[in-house]
């Protein structure tokens, strides 16, 4: 009945959908290539990832969420925390931001705080790439040059003030260092769990030799972004050979000896294992 219904909605644009997806209703765009793309064909997005959030999360925590997209985490990690934990988002492009709270409102969440604004060292500006989809653009990234950034707020995690955090999700596109260097105070306090995108090879050496200093071990978590057992049941891979090079980080002094199925990241010095890929 739920699908039926979703199916007969009619949205004012032909590239925009709606539709019941794993972790609730979604509504994306067909444009983007990656998240909506996914959302489209498996009724999910990332779901390696997912499935590791709902290992670490428990009832009643509190998670800071950076770079939230339109939310296809977002909601899970909403639901995971439940009513009496909490989830603040951010996400500093527009059209992401506006999807983002509208897929929470759409599956009725009401202990998330989306903010529209940009996480770095300190408080300022920053210039992003316009959110556009089509073309080469993928994820609504993607910009023609630097006029036609768009101009954003940006504040550190820092100047939240936040009572508790029991865990920091981290996609900055390759800013993640900035938003760590602007959350020592509150990662120092409360000690949470980092889970951190590290996309960049060029930028992998000071990212990890921050997260030693912060006092924290990291393993290497690469999942798959198809997912075999997806929603759908769909066979064909659309995104053959693409991983995501992420990091689970523990503080030190809990952290267990080893991760199973996890490589450590022991030095800075170590290559980033996309090094020599094709």
Same mark, same amino acid.
């Given at each position: 009945?739920?699908?039926?219904?979703?199916?007969?909605?009619?949205l004012?644009?032909?590239?925009?959908?709606?539709? =019941?997806?794993?972790?609730? +209703?979604?509504?994306?765009?067909?444009?983007?290539?990656?998240?909506?793309?996914?959302?489209?064909? =498996?009724?999910? =997005?990332? !779901?390696? !990832?997912?499935?590791?959030?709902?290992?670490?999360?428990?009832?009643?925590?509190?998670?800071?969420?950076v770079?939230? *997209?339109?939310?296809? %985490?977002?909601?899970?990690?909403?639901?995971? /925390?439940?009513?009496?934990?909490?989830? /603040?988002?951010?996400?500093?492009?527009?059209?992401?931001?506006?999807?983002?709270?509208? *897929?929470?409102?759409?599956?009725?969440?009401?202990?998330?705080?989306?903010?529209? +604004?940009? &996480?770095?060292?300190? $408080?300022?500006?920053?210039?992003?790439?316009?959110a556009? =989809?089509?073309?080469?653009?993928?994820?609504g990234?993607?910009?023609?040059?630097?006029?036609?950034?768009?101009? +954003?707020?940006?504040?550190?995690?820092? *100047?939240?003030?936040?009572?508790?955090? %029991?865990?920091?999700?981290?996609?900055?596109?390759?800013?993640?260092?900035? +938003?760590?260097?602007?959350?020592? *105070?509150?990662?120092?306090?409360?000690?949470?769990?980092?889970?951190?995108?590290?996309?960049?090879?060029?930028?992998?050496?000071?990212?990890?030799?921050?997260? &030693?200093?912060?006092?924290?071990?990291?393993?290497? %978590?690469? $999942?798959?972004?198809?997912? $075999?057992?997806?929603?759908?049941g769909?066979?064909?891979?659309?995104?053959?050979?693409a991983?995501?090079?992420?990091?689970?980080?523990?503080p030190?002094?809990?952290? $267990? !000896?080893?991760?199973?199925?996890?490589?450590?990241?022991?030095?800075?010095?170590e290559? %980033?294992?996309?090094?020599?890929?094709?």
């Amino acid at each position: 009945m739920i699908l039926q219904k979703l199916a007969s909605i009619m949205l004012p644009t032909p590239h925009m959908r709606l539709k =019941y997806c794993r972790h609730g +209703v979604m509504l994306y765009d067909t444009r983007d290539e990656h998240i909506g793309l996914a959302l489209d064909r =498996y009724g999910e =997005y990332a !779901e390696l !990832e997912a499935q590791l959030f709902s290992g670490l999360i428990k009832p009643g925590m509190l998670v800071v969420e950076v770079g939230a *997209n339109i939310g296809a %985490h977002s909601v899970h990690l909403a639901k995971l /925390v439940g009513e009496n934990g909490g989830l /603040v988002a951010f996400e500093p492009r527009r059209m992401m931001y506006q999807m983002l709270c509208a *897929n929470l409102a759409l599956n009725g969440i009401q202990n998330t705080d989306a903010q529209c +604004v940009a &996480i770095g060292a300190a $408080p300022g500006e920053a210039a992003l790439p316009r959110a556009r =989809y089509g073309g080469n653009a993928t994820s609504g990234t993607g910009s023609s040059g630097a006029e036609d950034d768009e101009i +954003v707020d940006m504040i550190a995690i820092d *100047n939240l003030a936040l009572p508790a955090c %029991h865990m920091i999700k981290i996609g900055a596109g390759g800013s993640e260092k900035q +938003v760590l260097d602007g959350a020592g *105070n509150t990662i120092a306090r409360f000690r949470p769990f980092l889970y951190i995108t590290n996309e960049v090879p060029a930028r992998h050496p000071e990212l990890v030799a921050t997260l &030693i200093d912060l006092g924290y071990r990291m393993w290497w %978590h690469k $999942p798959w972004l198809f997912n $075999p057992g997806n929603l759908a049941g769909e066979g064909e891979n659309l995104f053959p050979n693409a991983t995501s090079f992420n990091m689970i980080c523990l503080p030190r002094e809990g952290a $267990p !000896e080893e991760i199973l199925g996890g490589v450590e990241i022991k030095s800075p010095d170590e290559p %980033h294992p996309s090094e020599g890929l094709p």
